[in-house]
């Protein structure tokens, strides 16, 4: 016989994963484990009021738990964000899967967490994120529907998210400098992965002057042949002369070291989660007078595809519904602006008027 033991609420209450819950307000909180295809992953549903939860998987290689575990709270709280600003039907979720992408990856993995996913039967529905493919996600649809970002269908989100991006730092820039026109402009793109790639395409197209930087060596050399853009070092590239800094690769890369060190006037870029401590950062941007573009609602174009996928909208749909970005980014940092309040503080609140007006609604009768 199994032998019980009832938690006490002051137990619950000293509990690190349901204080991290209780922090960010989360619904639901799935660690998924299985010994025989070496899988373990978190699943985050964080808000499921203005729809199901929809947002990628992420493979990393975390040094721990508890990091994957902040990791997947922080960007599912992100996705519930990113949907209700971007005007989508859709709750927050994630999933980080802790292992190397490199190497680690099985059908036998996917498919498992497949099974993990369906459990949830539709109240998460999954999509890439980094270190995940389209083939993976083929994968994780054998064992269940409730998956978005296929082959043959949307597939990659990744054109869609890089021209969403490029669409928020033109509309920065016809709030810095007057113009949206980039032409002579100097970006330093951080982060040259299949998102940060179409990026500096779109850059190299409108002539910007691109500065490039990332840890796989052999794709930093090729983009930047293929573009004509600098390189530097990975921790270069806060030192750069740049008017825009645009990080898209991992969050937290705006923090009190790299604030000293920016000479940007706009940042701008695809990552989540960028300020290290929103309140803190946000407000430290704000007072260097630098236009930061909140980056759930910079990077809504993945999303954005997936949702036209989900519901049978076509890709014309999805990038014509990304182009509206440059105007919902355009009105956050003109409100920030005009209230002196950080850009991230407006964002949130557009979100979570959305959330709330849109959850009066679904009240019953």
Known sequence: MIETKEVSAEELKDNPVIAAMSQYNHEQLLFCNDNATGLKAIIAVHNTVLGPALGGTRMWMY???????????RLSRGMTYKNAISGLNLGGGKAVIIGDSKHMKSEALFRRFGKFVNSLAGKYITAEDVGITPQDMSWVNMETNHVAGLPGKSGDPSPVTAFGTYMGIKACAKQQFGSDDLSGKKVAVQGIGHVGE?????LSKENAEVIITDINEDNLQRVAKKYGAQVVGVDEIYDVDMDIYAPCALGATVNDNTLSRLKCSIIAGAANNQ???????????????IVYAPDFALNAGGVINCYAEVTGQSSSWAMNKAEEIYDTIGTIIQRAANEN???????????????????????PY
């Not at 179409?198 to 779109?202: C, D, G, K, S, T």
């Not at 300020?275 to 704000?286: F, P, R, S, T």
């Open 63 to 73: 040094n721990n738990e508890l990091e994957a575990l902040n990791d997947v709270l």
């Open 198 to 202: 179409y990026l500096v395409e779109h």
């Open 275 to 289: 300020l290290a401590d929103e309140k803190v950062h946000g407000k430290a941007v704000l007072d260097k007078n």
């Open 341 to 363: 309040v950080p850009a991230y503080a407006i964002a949130n609140k557009v979100a979570e008027e959305r959330i709330s007006s849109i959850g009066q609604v679904k009240l």
